[in-house]
């Protein structure tokens, strides 16, 4: 709506009643986001307007994300001029202005968990509580998802008392209404149905997962093996807004190298957690969340700025703990196998009452404080959240180990790869009779460097003919000296592996789509180990659970 002065001349709409959302920070501003357009959906009665706030060290990105979305914006100081009828935010510390108009609060977190920094004093104080002075002038509401919230807030700040809705948590109702499109999610992100997904949950502050660790999205991706698992990260917007997005994919630069899936700051965290196989996070609220989902859990932070008797010490008193100096892979194996579906009910039993009816609780109680019947329509109910963009970039160069050895059926060669960019975190590459080390990357590697210390260059895209294929294995091995060999993948036929003493290999797997990079690892160990390529099968182990027979066999009428 246009705002200011005689605002309502130029109004197409005319609402019996006009709400104000505060705008303060990116997670309060999302979270109403999220929740408002079920409330208000198709009601002309009321009338929005977004009253933008810059007073909190996170307001960067709130503008942004408020043109993005289309909502009409004005000046924190005209709030005065509009006169609303009521004042929503899901940011407690926010300065109304005064009036009678009432201030509903929704959590943009869960619960009352956390101690910060106090913007108006050198003190901490308990997130989510508004002001003692907003709390006696008797026109502010708490919503809360629990009881047990209510209960803390009188124990605290007992000027609360009379004051909190129950009402639930929208975002946990969304969460479970969208199981039912975890593999929609998966796919989106790229996860194969073989493929585990780890997601890395950090909260902000010093105390933190990133704020202790920033190297362990990196240390994951070196450990865990690249045909395994996929790796990503759900970074509090808090950090995004402080730091920006650049200072955060700068420090981030070698695990995004690797494939991290950096979930964007605004939304997308949600269908990557429902998505996740395994949560790595802190005392944050993304990892009570999971836990309440039923995800397995690794807790490598907690702060003392989580509050005792709340949810979140449940949690931490039932979740394994990370050992940043052990072994990775094991820990979240272990983590995989020793869990059981039920064990973080107590955790959504304390922070979390009777799931499925926010969103239905949440528009009663608006629809009271506004001083309107409720809409005749049915109730909103939680949708599941949208697919996700995939966040990444695709890898472009691996240090590749693998092992030579025989079983009944033949030769096999075990293929193990680690993102170059990372491969500083796992340690040396072993080396032996049977096992051979290179460095492979696809032909759009970016860093000159590599490309020419690489022993295997890798087509990125596939040929539509053999003779494009042995043309691009040419130019390749001629614009690198210092590679061996070559791969193209022929679409609808087979893989061609050119040598530089000018022989070709066609690789064929007999199972699956085919993927050239492990194609090329395959052939690169057979020259080292001596195999026949007589097209006899020989056994390509992939990680943990992938295995296809591979023929090699050389192509007649080529030099040897």
Same mark, same amino acid.
């Given at each position: 709506?246009?705002?200011?002065?005689?605002?309502?001349?130029?109004?197409?709409?005319?609402? =019996?009643?006009?709400?104000?959302?505060?705008?303060?920070?990116?997670?309060?501003?999302?979270?109403?986001? =999220?929740?408002?357009?079920?409330?208000?959906?198709?009601?002309?009665?009321?009338?929005?307007?977004?009253?933008?706030?810059?007073?909190?060290?996170?307001?960067?990105?709130?503008?942004?994300?408020?043109?993005?979305?289309?909502?009409?914006?004005?000046?924190?100081?005209?709030?005065?001029?509009?006169?609303?009828?009521?004042?929503?935010?899901?940011?407690?510390?926010?300065?109304?202005? =005064?009036?009678?108009?009432?201030?509903?609060?929704?959590?943009?977190?869960?619960?009352?968990?956390?101690?910060?920094?106090?913007?108006?004093?050198?003190?901490?104080?308990?997130?989510?509580?508004?002001?003692?002075?907003?709390?006696?002038?008797?026109?502010?509401?708490?919503?809360?998802?629990?009881?047990?919230?209510?209960?803390?807030?009188?124990?605290?700040?007992?000027?609360?008392?009379?004051?909190?809705?129950?009402?639930?948590? @929208?975002?946990?109702? =969304?969460?479970?209404?969208?199981?039912?499109?975890?593999?929609?999610?998966?796919?989106?992100?790229?996860?194969?149905?073989?493929?585990?997904?780890?997601?890395?949950?950090?909260?902000?502050?010093?105390?933190?997962?990133?704020?202790?660790?920033?190297?362990?999205?990196?240390?994951?991706?070196?450990?865990?093996?690249?045909?395994?698992?996929?790796?990503?990260?759900?970074?509090?917007?808090?950090?995004?807004?402080?730091?920006?997005?650049?200072?955060?994919?700068?420090?981030?630069?070698?695990?995004?190298?690797?494939?991290?899936?950096?979930?964007?700051?605004?939304?997308?965290?949600?269908?990557?957690?429902?998505?996740?196989?395994?949560?790595?996070?802190?005392?944050?609220?993304?990892?009570?969340?999971?836990?309440?989902?039923?995800?397995?859990?690794?807790?490598?932070?907690?702060?003392?700025?989580?509050?005792?008797?709340?949810?979140?010490?449940?949690?931490?008193?039932?979740?394994?703990?990370?050992?940043?100096?052990?072994?990775?892979?094991?820990?979240?194996?272990?983590?995989?196998?020793?869990?059981?579906?039920?064990?973080?009910? @107590?955790?959504?039993?304390?922070?979390?009452?009777? @799931?499925?009816?926010?969103?239905?609780?949440?528009?009663?109680?608006?629809?009271?404080?506004?001083?309107?019947?409720?809409?005749?329509?049915?109730?909103?109910?939680?949708?599941?959240?949208?697919?996700?963009?995939?966040?990444?970039?695709?890898?472009?160069?691996?240090?590749?180990?693998?092992?030579?050895?025989?079983?009944?059926?033949?030769?096999?060669?075990?293929?193990?790869?680690?993102?170059?960019?990372?491969?500083?975190?796992?340690?040396?590459?072993?080396?032996?009779?049977?096992?051979?080390?290179?460095?492979?990357?696809?032909?759009?590697?970016?860093?000159?460097?590599?490309?020419?210390?690489?022993?295997?260059?890798?087509?990125?895209?596939?040929?539509?003919?053999?003779?494009?294929?042995?043309?691009?294995?040419?130019?390749?091995?001629?614009?690198?000296?210092?590679?061996?060999?070559?791969?193209?993948?022929?679409?609808?036929?087979?893989?061609?592996?050119?040598?530089?003493?000018?022989?070709?290999?066609?690789?064929?797997?007999?199972?699956?789509?085919?993927?050239?990079?492990?194609?090329?690892?395959?052939?690169?160990?057979?020259?080292?180990?001596?195999? @026949?390529?007589?097209?006899?099968?020989?056994?390509?182990?992939?990680?943990?659970?992938?295995?296809?027979?591979?023929?090699?066999?050389?192509?007649?009428?080529?030099?040897?």
């Amino acid at each position: 709506m246009p705002v200011g002065h005689d605002a309502h001349r130029w109004s197409t709409f005319h609402g =019996e009643r006009t709400l104000v959302v505060a705008a303060r920070t990116v997670t309060s501003t999302v979270r109403v986001l =999220e929740t408002l357009p079920a409330l208000l959906r198709g009601d002309h009665r009321v009338t929005v307007v977004f009253a933008y706030d810059p007073t909190s060290a996170f307001d960067s990105g709130v503008l942004s994300l408020l043109h993005e979305t289309g909502c009409r914006v004005m000046p924190w100081e005209q709030l005065a001029e509009v006169a609303p009828d009521l004042i929503l935010s899901a940011s407690e510390n926010i300065d109304v202005p =005064e009036g009678d108009c009432p201030v509903l609060v929704l959590p943009h977190g869960v619960g009352f968990q956390k101690l910060v920094p106090d913007s108006r004093g050198p003190h901490e104080r308990l997130s989510g509580v508004v002001p003692d002075s907003l709390l006696e002038s008797g026109r502010a509401w708490l919503a809360v998802s629990h009881p047990s919230q209510e209960e803390q807030l009188l124990a605290t700040h007992p000027k609360a008392a009379g004051r909190t809705l129950l009402v639930g948590d @929208p975002c946990l109702d =969304e969460l479970l209404s969208s199981r039912p499109m975890r593999p929609a999610y998966r796919e989106a992100l790229g996860v194969r149905v073989d493929q585990k997904l780890v997601m890395v949950s950090s909260t902000w502050g010093p105390t933190s997962l990133l704020g202790t660790q920033p190297d362990l999205p990196a240390r994951l991706l070196a450990q865990l093996p690249y045909d395994d698992y996929k790796v990503g990260a759900i970074v509090h917007p808090n950090v995004w807004s402080a730091h920006g997005s650049w200072q955060l994919r700068t420090l981030q630069a070698a695990a995004l190298d690797a494939g991290l899936l950096l979930m964007p700051a605004v939304h997308a965290w949600r269908p990557a957690l429902v998505a996740a196989d395994v949560l790595v996070g802190d005392h944050g609220s993304v990892s009570l969340y999971g836990a309440s989902l039923g995800t397995p859990l690794l807790l490598a932070a907690f702060g003392a700025d989580a509050v005792p008797g709340t949810a979140v010490h449940t949690m931490a008193d039932l979740a394994p703990r990370l050992d940043p100096r052990g072994n990775l892979h094991e820990q979240i194996e272990d983590a995989v196998r020793e869990h059981t579906p039920e064990r973080y009910a @107590p955790v959504a039993a304390r922070a979390f009452a009777e @799931p499925g009816h926010a969103l239905a609780r949440l528009r009663t109680a608006l629809y009271r404080l506004l001083r309107l019947p409720e809409p005749a329509t049915e109730p909103p109910h939680p949708l599941a959240v949208p697919l996700p963009d995939t966040p990444t970039a695709p890898v472009t160069s691996w240090r590749v180990t693998t092992e030579v050895g025989e079983d009944s059926g033949g030769p096999t060669v075990a293929v193990r790869r680690v993102p170059s960019a990372v491969a500083g975190y796992a340690g040396a590459a072993p080396d032996g009779p049977t096992l051979f080390s290179h460095l492979a990357c696809t032909d759009d590697e970016r860093d000159g460097r590599v490309a020419a210390s690489a022993s295997v260059i890798v087509r990125r895209r596939t040929d539509p003919t053999a003779a494009g294929a042995l043309r691009w294995i040419q130019d390749t091995l001629a614009r690198l000296p210092g590679s061996l060999l070559a791969v193209s993948d022929v679409r609808g036929q087979t893989c061609l592996a050119g040598l530089r003493d000018g022989r070709i290999v066609e690789a064929t797997a007999t199972g699956g789509a085919r993927d050239p990079g492990v194609l090329a690892s395959v052939v690169y160990a057979a020259l080292r180990a001596g195999l @026949p390529m007589d097209g006899s099968p020989v056994t390509a182990r992939v990680g943990a659970l992938r295995e296809e027979d591979v023929v090699l066999r050389l192509r007649p009428g080529v030099a040897r």
